[in-house]
């Protein structure tokens, strides 16, 4: 049975065809995770004290059919394929990477977190696939720009597409023997 893909995804080293599943519409892909309060009551004062908030791990649910069974024996090994991919040699949850088609070039690092809304047909399942991603922003790969200086006053521009602060590293390599001076980096916001 084939049902209209909404789209492809990699959990770990797999992609959603190699664990013989397809996602349903209705994707749980949160834009932000909820907050984690940080906040005390105080008796006889009104309101409480609010010491700020933290995020909250991000709960990304993946609706899914099982697709690539042709008896109910079939079904059964295209599910324990799933959960021993989902879980390291230990029995535990497995950290991986989950990305999805749409978002290309961005991934979570994520854990099985649970399945929910069973649906068994003879040769298909419906379920829901839950992921927790301890850390709840999407990251991508790291970028590098190179750029050989060979005048001087020369500007080189290196930007954060992101939207969280992420700390660049700057490499310096003098080939030529002589002395680099007057280097300065300026933060632009």
Known sequence: MTTNVIARFTLG??????????????????????????QMVVAGKRGVWDFGADMAEARIV???T?????TQAGLQTTLRALAAHLLDGDGEPE???FSVSWDSGKYWTVRYGGVQNVTRRPTTADFDLV????????HSATVTTTATITTDPQTVTVTNSGNVNTPGTITLTNNTGS????????KVT
């Open 179 to 186: 002395t680099i001076s007057g280097f300065t980096l300026t």
């Open 95 to 97: 950290e991986m990477e």
């Open 13 to 38: 080293s797999k992609t959603d065809q190699d664990l013989g599943i397809q996602l349903r519409a209705g994707i749980g892909l949160p834009i932000l995770p909820s907050a984690r309060d940080r």
């Open 131 to 138: 992921l927790l991603a301890s850390d709840p922003f999407a």
């Open 62 to 64: 993946l609706p899914c």
């Open 66 to 70: 099982a697709v690539d069974a042709t």
